[in-house]
């Protein structure tokens, strides 16, 4: 069996120790095993950081380093936020707020729009759409439609994009400050 960072499989827990277990790949008899750091599983522990596996369940892990002491596993969880940490890092390295981008809208939900750009996910929350309030964020866009959107910000784990900076208000603020004396 070849093995590939990045790869899902399927692995019994063999062994736990103080410091992470140890894991048999399946199927059985390809004699592959590797070590999952407690770091790197963080969803093996419940609220009360205690291990909910034990010796002889079968997880879902990702192969998260080969090194020539062994494979590193990962549960699937926080390898996916580590990638979309490493996503994120490397994005604000390249581009700044303001940026203006052509990108594809890949998923429309209630409260947000989650779009692709290149190699990178972001995302437009609804307030940041239109200047106007919005009732079904479905009305106005939909999946797999190209949009232009403007880099606003970034969290450990998102990137957040807007439409509505690219476009000019529809209404002066001031005019909200008039008195009717």
């Not at 048999?24 to 095993?33: A, M, S, V």
């Amino acid at each position: 069996m070849s093995l590939l960072i990045g790869n899902k499989i399927q692995a019994r827990v063999n062994k736990i120790q103080e410091t992470g277990c140890y894991c048999t790949f399946l199927p059985i008899g390809t004699n592959q095993f590797g070590f999952m750091p407690n770091k790197l599983m963080p969803s093996f522990f419940d609220k009360e950081g205690k291990l909910n596996k034990k010796v002889g369940d079968i997880v879902d892990v990702i192969i998260y380093n080969i090194t020539d002491r062994g494979i590193i596993i990962s549960d699937i969880q926080s390898y996916e936020k580590r990638q979309n940490y490493l996503l994120v890092s490397d994005f604000v390295s390249k581009y700044e707020e303001g940026s203006v981008f052509e990108a594809e809208v890949t998923k429309v939900e209630n409260s947000r729009v989650i779009i692709k750009l290149g190699g990178y996910q972001g995302v437009v929350r609804k307030q940041d759409i239109n200047w106007n309030e919005i009732n079904k964020l479905g009305d106005l866009l939909f999946e797999g439609e190209t949009i232009s959107v403007a880099f606003i910000g970034h969290d450990a784990e998102h990137l957040y994009f807007s439409l509505k900076l690219l476009s000019e208000k529809p209404y002066d603020e001031s005019l909200y400050d008039l008195s009717l004396e």
